[in-house]
């Protein structure tokens, strides 16, 4: 590692640029080699402040703003949103200060600004930890909050401010036996049969990861094929299945999975995982509207979506987006329903899931495909299954998860699952 840091802190802060300036993701930036020059310390090291920053975000800005009559350009304003983050973890000030008004003093643009920077760092790091512990907890950008709030209620929303900002644990789901590999990784099996790791540290160095007796895979992401019951022996089509954990929940229980992705490169993740944990499903790259092989038993449409319900492992999310391409989202749900049901035997059951907090990605969509489709119905039933809270269960028979339940467990993700059924 670095001994000045400045290479990670430089790195962390050109992430949080291209996330809250461009609308760039974190994944998509990393996929892109944002972190390939640093060593491997330091590329862990970066990515840690970016994702601090972004989870504190508001609370840093709420902590900064006293010593700012306006606020300075982004590139000064990420450098003290990293400045607090460090300098409220107890990191020593002298070097983080110094690190921050270097990177500052190193753009042109903003070089004049170094003695601010200076000034408003060391006043935040006499308020240091204290004065971070006693700020609120950080709200969702307005662009979500209010939707959320007009959904869930103010209450709910602060529970998942919460949530997202306490983080998520490792979730793991087992290949064969859940308390076994709990006993391995020292972790405990969840109601609904996940396994939760607390401070999990590196999952490659875990128990059982060599010999692929689990994979990562949130509780709640767990639970869609859950609701599809006994499955040994069934055709299922996974429609939009990378990186593959819920074809490899199908494929252990011994179903006939056919999983489909448009990607390529998503698909070879699915590829690799199977192998790692020694399962078999028939492999397709696809576009999920020109696969037209039907007669499935079950179908499982985990389609594409806001993923507002993984803020707690996603926190740029909120920062890099602003809600304007999620009606195309939406649009695309509602058509890849009516597709995946073309793909159906007659009575045979479609999982609608999204990871999205929106009801418009959930409830909303299950209660219109109804309305489009006659003779189609919800399995309520289904959602009888270990570890389901009757409170979830939603109006029109659907499952609604939120990453405030749980919360003495270490939350979930969100999440909307139904499952339909065909008329025979
Ligand atoms: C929410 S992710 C699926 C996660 C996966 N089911 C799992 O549990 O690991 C959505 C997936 O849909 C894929 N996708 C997006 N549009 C698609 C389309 N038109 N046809 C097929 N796959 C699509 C994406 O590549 C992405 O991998």
Redesign the pocket.
Known sequence: MNQTGLPARRTAHHLLMQITTEGRLMAELIAGGALARLENDDRARAQRLATDALRGLDRADRMLKPYLKKTPPDHVMNALRLGVIELCNGEAAHGVVNAYVEIVARNKRTQAMKGLTNAVLRKIAEEGPAGWAKRAVPLTPGWLRQPLVAAWGRDAVTGMEAAHFAGAPLDLTAKGDANAVAAAVGGTVLPTGSIRVPNAGQVSTLAGYASGDWWV?DAA?AIPVKLLGDVKGLRVL??????????MQLAALGADVTA????DK?MERVSENLTRVGLTANCVV????A?DQGGFDAV?L????S?TGTIRRHPDLPYAKDGSEFGALID?QET?IDHALTLLKPGGRLVFC??SLLPDEGEVQAEEALARHEGLSIDADALRIDGIDPDWITAEGGLRLRPDFWADRGGMDGFYMAVMRKPA
């Open positions: 895979q992401a996974d429609l939009c299945a990378a990186p593959g954990g819920k074809t489909v992705d448009i990607s998503r696809s576009d999920a509207f696969y499982l985990d389609a594409p979506c993923a695309q890849l999204t990871c």
